[in-house]
């Protein structure tokens, strides 16, 4: 918004015989960067694809299984990775679901899915780097000086505060890949304002990340996908456990957040459960999360991209951590979900298993809606047998926050309006797994949507995430200014 230039700036001077020659050149050098940084990226994927233990398409290992599947909207806008060894470190997994947003959503996913990553290893090293670096100079100065002092704490302002007590109860891994986490998600959020080849004005995703080593779990999500542990309780009960929040505005500290910087928080008529993000001069875009990447035209008015960051030290009885967009959680609980993939035939069908379950439950639930994108990602804890069918799945559900949670966040979101279902489309009778249907899984498609219409009135669909698009007449601004300057 703030790089526009005006009708009078843009014209050529008179005096200047090449000025529209300037023009063309400054046109046909920004297609030039933009075929050289397509070109790079394609040569990035193509990198990326083939490194060993980095899964994004349906598949599974030993340990992990994920599965995606298109809704009935068009393009699937769902991505998810899981990569084993992460980090070069042979202890070590990142996962993350992804649910895009708007007309290219899918491609904001699909550029989160494989940059983020990169960017949380190169934090988590460097700061592993500086932790040691630190202590060899505390252990041979026995102090720092005021300008060691003042580098270290330079960026303070931009990160939550943290109560020093509590500090010291957190684990080093943690301290570490949450200061990780937050510098890879801002830096993430200004790639996408800055990249030239996706527009994330009125589009953006989700995020629900975790970064498992040994027995310590780190969680980073922004946005209304969720993480959710299958573990068992002390009489052997399978217990739901969900890890996250679901950001969304209608949290109070989230909703306080957006209208301090003039945004509007409402919900329609026709949906007053969902509450949605609107512009302080416009009934748009009605984004029903109050923190995503991208969403450009949201970000000066309250919608961040920080996410909230969360511990958990894992236990023997802990078998199993579900991450997956809402097109799961829309119609499946907490409680069904885990029972889902503990009663799989095997850890390699579960993802799928979990996906199907979720298209029939739409179906049934809203037979007149539309079926929304699924993408799940299972991670299985230990390695037991493959074979789930003979494991109780007498469950009980539990949603509580984690043992460590990021201090930033407020208080609210830990209370039991943030831990609800969804809440994207209105709530129906629950059903309970059936026997597992065949359906032949598509692969990604990368086009955009631009052309479609986004309206409330179609049923439970996309534009349920984001419901309209501001509107600008080419032309208008310039005609105005020139209107002015003559």
């Given amino acids: 918004m703030g790089s526009c230039l005006s009708a009078e700036s843009s014209r050529p001077l008179p005096s200047s015989p090449s000025g529209s020659l300037g023009v063309r050149r400054r046109k046909n050098s920004k297609r030039r960067l933009g075929s050289r940084t397509s070109s790079f990226d394609s040569r990035?994927?193509?990198?990326?694809?083939?490194?060993?233990?980095?899964?994004?398409?349906?598949?599974?290992?030993?340990?992990?299984?994920?599965?995606?599947?298109?809704?009935?909207?068009?393009?699937?806008?769902?991505?998810m990775i899981v990569w084993?060894?992460?980090?070069?470190?042979?202890?070590?997994?990142?996962?993350?679901?992804f649910d895009g947003h708007g007309p290219y959503g899918h491609m904001v996913?699909?550029?989160?899915?494989?940059?983020?990553?990169?960017?949380?290893?190169?934090?988590?090293?460097?700061n592993i780097n500086e932790d040691v670096l630190k202590e060899i100079s505390l252990n041979t100065t026995g102090s720092m000086n005021s300008e060691d002092t003042a580098f270290i704490s330079a960026d303070e302002e931009s990160r939550p505060s943290i109560d020093l007590e509590e500090t010291e109860k957190q684990p080093e891994i943690f301290q570490a890949l949450k200061e990780s986490f937050l510098k890879a998600f801002k830096v993430?959020?200004?790639?996408?304002?800055?990249?030239?080849?996706?527009?994330?004005f009125c589009s953006g995703t989700t995020a629900v990340t975790l970064v498992k080593?040994?027995?310590?779990?780190?969680?980073?999500?922004?946005?209304?996908?969720?993480?959710?542990?299958?573990?068992?309780?002390?009489?052997?009960?399978?217990?739901?456990?969900?890890?996250?929040?679901?950001?969304?505005?209608?949290?109070?500290?989230e909703a306080e957040r957006i209208r301090r910087f003039k945004g509007r928080v409402f919900a329609l008529q026709d949906e007053p459960e969902v509450a949605r993000v609107?512009?302080?001069?416009?009934?748009?875009?009605?984004?029903?999360?109050?923190?995503?990447?991208?969403?450009?035209?949201?970000?000066?008015?309250?919608?961040?991209?920080?996410?909230?960051?969360?511990?958990?030290?894992?236990?023997?009885?802990?078998?199993?951590?579900?991450?997956?967009?809402?097109?799961?959680?829309?119609?499946?609980?907490?409680?069904?979900?885990?029972?889902?993939?503990a009663s799989a035939s095997s850890r390699s069908t579960a993802a799928r298993t979990l996906v199907?379950?979720?298209?029939?439950?739409?179906?049934?639930?809203?037979?007149?809606s539309k079926v929304d994108d699924c993408a799940?990602?299972?991670?299985?804890?230990?390695?037991?047998?493959?074979?789930?069918?003979?494991?109780?799945?007498?469950?009980?559900?539990?949603?509580?926050?984690?043992?460590?949670?990021?201090?930033?966040?407020?208080?609210?979101?830990?209370?039991?309006?943030?831990?609800?279902?969804?809440?994207?489309?209105?709530?129906?009778?629950?059903?309970?797994?059936?026997?597992?249907q065949e359906e032949a899984s598509k692969q990604e498609e990368f086009h955009t949507e631009s052309g479609i219409e986004w309206s409330a009135l179609e049923g439970v669909s996309r534009v349920n995430t984001l419901l309209t698009l501001p509107r600008f007449v080419p032309g208008k601004d310039d005609k105005k200014v020139s209107g002015k300057t003559s």
């Avoid at 993430?188 to 994330?200: K, S, V």
């Avoid at 040994?214 to 739901?240: F, H, M, W």
Wanted: charged share 25%; with cysteine.
């Fill in 44 to 79: 990035r994927e193509e990198q990326l694809h083939k490194i060993p233990g980095r899964m994004f398409l349906n598949g599974a290992s030993d340990f992990a299984s994920l599965f995606t599947q298109q809704g009935k909207k068009g393009t699937n806008q769902d991505a």
């Fill in 213 to 253: 080593q040994g027995q310590d779990l780190v969680i980073g999500n922004v946005g209304d996908s969720r993480a959710v542990l299958g573990t068992r309780d002390k009489d052997g009960y399978l217990v739901a456990i969900q890890l996250t929040v679901d950001l969304k505005p209608n949290l109070p500290g």
């Fill in 84 to 97: 084993e060894n992460f980090g070069s470190r042979t202890d070590t997994v990142f996962c993350g679901v």
């Fill in 278 to 341: 609107w512009l302080p001069n416009n009934d748009s875009p009605g984004l029903a999360m109050a923190r995503a990447f991208g969403d450009f035209c949201l970000k000066d008015f309250g919608l961040i991209s920080v996410p909230e960051i969360s511990y958990r030290r894992l236990s023997e009885k802990d078998e199993f951590v579900v991450l997956a967009t809402d097109g799961v959680w829309d119609v499946l609980s907490n409680k069904e979900v885990v029972d889902i993939v």
């Fill in 356 to 368: 199907e379950t979720a298209v029939r439950a739409w179906r049934l639930k809203y037979p007149t």
């Fill in 109 to 126: 996913a699909k550029r989160v899915r494989d940059s983020l990553p990169l960017k949380l290893s190169a934090h988590w090293e460097v």
């Fill in 376 to 436: 799940v990602v299972c991670l299985f804890l230990n390695s037991n047998t493959n074979n789930f069918s003979t494991a109780s799945t007498k469950s009980k559900e539990q949603v509580t926050p984690l043992e460590q949670t990021d201090a930033g966040i407020e208080k609210d979101l830990l209370g039991p309006t943030g831990l609800d279902r969804s809440g994207t489309v209105r709530t129906g009778k629950e059903i309970h797994p059936e026997d597992s």
């Fill in 188 to 200: 993430m959020d200004r790639e996408l304002r800055m990249h030239t080849n996706i527009d994330c």
